[in-house]
Every structure is written in C-alpha cells, then in structure tokens.
C-alpha cells in the first residue's frame, strides 16, 4: 500500500492563480480530510469527508474548496490565491476500522508570492 | 469551541525523562490523540486514549483524566530521534489539535 499520497511537493503561486493539491488513498477509508499547519502553529482542519458525494466544513474553509466523487480521492482547490494561504497543507483519511486514527499525506508546502 | 493547550518549548538529556502535559477544554469528546511529527514531515500516530488511566507501550506512555480534561504524554529512556513536535489532538468526530509541543533531546 503506498497510504495516503500528495503532489506536488511544493509550489510557488502568484497572487490570483488557482491551483488543486491532489490527495489519493489506497487503504479503502471513508474518512478524510484537509489540514494547513502554519509555522508553530498545529493543524487547522480546512475540509473533511465522510465519503464519496458528502463533504463539509472544517474550521478554516474560507478561500478553499473540495469535491469527492470516488473513495479514493480527495482534492482540494484554491481559487484567489492569496498570500495568507501560504502553509504546509496536510491530506489524512481514516476509518472505523483503523479506530478513527489519521493516517497524513507527506504534506505540500505551498508558497503564495 | 475548542481549546487546547500544551507547552511550546520542552529541552531534556538523553537517556532522561520527559512529561508533556496537554490540558482541554472541548464542546465534545470521544478520545484522545497523540501525535509525532519530525521537523519538515508528516505526523505520525503515536497513541489513543479513550478511557481514563494509563496507556504504555513501549518507551512511551500517555494518561487520560476525562474529568480534569487533561492528558499527559511521558516519553521514557529519551534518545535523539526523539527530537520532535509532539501534538496533542481531542476526538470529536473530527481531530482539533494542539500547537503542539517541541522537545529538543541533547547529548
């Protein structure tokens, strides 16, 4: 199983451009989310998942959107990229068989000049 | 709304003993995460608790006090691949996470 994965890596916006962070699973979980961790900061949720068709708000959606149309992946686009969008954004799933634990993506970090 | 705290900054000897502490106050509660996370990576799951009391498993160990919202991770034998941010993080169907707490492990 490669776990959850993320690309790119990193990224460099400009003010305005649009991008999407991909985010996909091989381990079958219901559940997951989107996260951004700002320096010393911990992680703020953007968006979660409960499965394929239904997603919500996190604590931090503003600026951000998602769509889940398969159980295995989960994008999450940014429209208007502004510099307060510069993080490390985190992708994570889970499900009740692995007790609710978050299994996280390698992380993007992301840079909005 | 969540509130979590934990302390920033934890700096202790090789082979010691460190306790971070992570005190809560939360709308909702199923349990309680601890999370690893190396400088630069992803965090990494290191324990759940869900009923008060002690959990050990291994080097580490972590305690749950429902009643006091409190929780406490104890890392035991410290060695320097445990130089890390440790987040503590409340179970409410979703996770909201602490700032974390970084120990520096020196020689």
């Known amino acids: 199983n490669a776990g959850v994965t993320q690309t790119p890596k990193f990224r460099i916006l400009k003010i305005g451009q649009s991008m999407t962070l991909q985010c996909a699973q091989d381990?079958?979980?219901?559940?997951m989310y989107w996260y951004r961790q700002d320096p010393g900061m911990g992680l703020k949720l953007i968006y979660y998942s409960v499965g394929a068709g239904i997603t919500d708000k996190g604590e931090v959606p503003n600026g951000y959107n998602v769509s889940r149309s398969t159980t295995e992946d989960f994008p999450l686009r940014l429209e208007l990229a502004a510099p307060s969008q510069t993080s490390v954004y985190f992708c994570?799933?889970?499900?009740?068989?692995?007790?609710?634990?978050?299994?996280f993506g390698p992380g993007t970090r992301l840079t909005v000049l | 709304g969540q509130n979590i705290d934990q302390p920033t900054e934890m700096t202790a000897t090789e082979g010691a003993i460190v306790q971070i502490n992570c005190t809560y106050q939360t709308s909702g509660f199923n349990g309680l995460f601890w999370y690893q996370q190396h400088a630069g990576e992803a965090p990494t799951f290191l324990s759940y608790n869900v009923l008060d009391g002690l959990e050990e498993k291994g080097r580490f160990s972590s305690f749950l006090s429902r009643s006091k919202g409190y929780s406490y991770l104890l890392l035991k034998e410290l060695q320097m691949k445990d130089s890390a941010s440790y987040l503590c993080?409340?179970?409410?169907?979703?996770?909201?996470f602490g700032a974390g707490t970084t120990v520096t492990v020196r020689a």
């Open positions: 994570a799933s889970s499900s009740i068989r692995t007790g609710m634990t978050q299994y």
């Open positions: 381990m079958n979980h219901n559940y």
């Open positions: 993080a409340v179970d409410d169907y979703k996770l909201s």
